[in-house]
């Protein structure tokens, strides 16, 4: 089997450059969705009053509002232009700057706590991003990170990757080769990129919950229009590719159908880790 080799400069151009045009569509989708992990992301990184939190890869600005609502200092910062925007909009009186998370302009030590909700997954370097967080989190300070778990538990995504795979659609041309998806959706995945980048007290816990809609094509166009990535895996295709793909989709989604409400599962893991005392990193 040959390895793909990862063109990290080009898939962050790549996933930059989506998230201009998704912003909205991913606010009024997912919004509701990863919402729900915040307040354990908090309390995960002890983000309350008094301490100094950086929300990396904010989006709208969700997990940047909710600790500023505990009182704490906040930085949020995105890669998208598209998002910090809609960010400030949302969330007037919070600090937001656009920012690579594998280049953070921040100092060493700047922060209490660091939060990224879902980053993972749109990172080129994934190694180096954390590495900077480990960098600019103050000794002692707490790191915090989500992650969509496999897509056989997280269905929210499983349906359309399985949609994809049944219909025999080939890899999208026009999406650089970047790291695997769901590279990190494994408690032992999540768990050795913290500590191989020097964190202690790892810990990861499962979330799991139902997301419901009335319709499938809600679904269907929430992960198409919301989601960069993800909504490459159709938009790449050909037309009849594209039908193909809809109709297996269409097909996945009816078994989570009851009683005209679709019940999809949706599964998270969220990994901590806490920089040790007095060791630079």
């Not at 100094?52 to 910062?77: C, I, K, N």
Request: proline fraction near 6%.
């Amino acid at each position: 089997m040959s390895q793909v080799t990862i063109d990290a400069d080009s898939f962050r151009a790549f996933e930059a450059a989506g998230w201009e045009e998704k912003a909205d569509p991913y606010h009024r989708f997912f919004g509701p969705i990863t919402s729900l992990i915040i307040e354990p992301l908090l309390d995960a990184a002890e983000i309350g009053a008094g301490t100094s939190a950086l929300d990396v890869a904010t989006g709208p600005g969700y997990v940047a509002a909710s600790a500023a609502e505990r009182g704490a200092s906040v930085v949020g910062t995105d890669i998208a232009t598209a998002m910090v925007v809609l960010a400030r909009e949302l969330n007037p009186g919070i600090e937001f700057r656009q920012a690579d998370a594998e280049n953070l302009p921040f100092a060493d030590g700047a922060f209490d706590s660091v939060a990224g909700n879902f980053v993972l997954p749109h990172l080129g370097r994934p190694e180096r991003a954390v590495a900077e967080c480990a960098r600019v989190l103050a000794p002692g300070g707490k790191i915090v990170l989500s992650m969509w778990d496999a897509p056989d538990q997280n269905r929210l995504f499983g349906v359309l990757t399985e949609a994809v795979s049944t219909a025999g659609a080939p890899p999208a041309n026009d999406v650089p080769p970047g790291p695997p998806f769901f590279r990190f959706s494994s408690d032992e995945a999540l768990s050795a990129l913290l500590a191989a980048a020097g964190f202690e007290q790892v810990e990861v816990r499962g979330l799991s919950f139902t997301h419901r809609l009335f319709r499938a094509d809600e679904l269907w166009s929430g992960l198409v229009g919301g989601t960069v990535r993800m909504s490459a895996l159709v938009a790449g295709q050909g037309e009849e590719m594209r039908r193909r793909i809809h109709a297996a989709f269409d097909r996945i989604v009816s078994e989570y159908m009851v009683g005209g409400i679709l019940n999809i599962p949706v599964s998270v893991k969220v990994a901590s880790g806490r920089k040790p005392e007095g060791v630079s990193m």
